[in-house]
């Protein structure tokens, strides 16, 4: 449950504002991930497969924001991932995903969700992603 605290003097008013059913992280990047993959999530152990039975990793945010991305279109972020080879790639099950596009060009921000086999390949292509979206930004002058 998400709550907001307010202090009047010496009493705290407290009142809640929303509650999240979810199994972990936010729905959008699990719906990203199980959309793209085609997996399952296993409630014995809590870890997600591919239909392979590999296990699937995530790291996501719906708040990349930089001044650099001002002014992309969504097909100059598509064209940046693929051509660095950080698209998601179903074969290798791995890549990054977009969402939140209708503030990239106006305010330089995007929502992402990086797969990869393990945690610790997630966390390496949203890394890449981020760095390599700023770079390629950067190029193009923005």
């Known amino acids: ?12 008013d407290l009142q809640a504002i929303e509650v999240n059913l979810r199994q972990g992280g936010t729905t959008h990047p699990y719906l990203a991930l199980s959309a793209i993959s085609g997996g399952r999530l296993d409630p014995a152990s809590g ?10 990793h995530y790291r996501a945010t719906d708040n990349l924001t930089a001044p650099e991305l001002r002014g992309l279109l969504p097909v100059d972020l598509v064209d940046i991932v693929a051509e660095a080879g950080l698209h998601f790639d179903p074969a290798q099950m791995r890549g990054s995903v977009f969402h939140l596009l209708g503030c990239l060009f106006e305010f330089g921000k995007l929502g992402m969700t990086c797969i990869g086999r393990s945690a610790a390949e997630a966390a390496a292509v949203f890394g890449a992603t981020e760095a390599e979206l700023l770079r390629a930004a950067q190029g193009l002058g923005r």
């Open 1 to 12: 449950m998400d709550f907001i605290a307010r202090r009047f003097g010496d009493r705290w």
């Open 47 to 56: 870890l997600y497969h591919a239909p392979s039975g590999q296990t699937l």
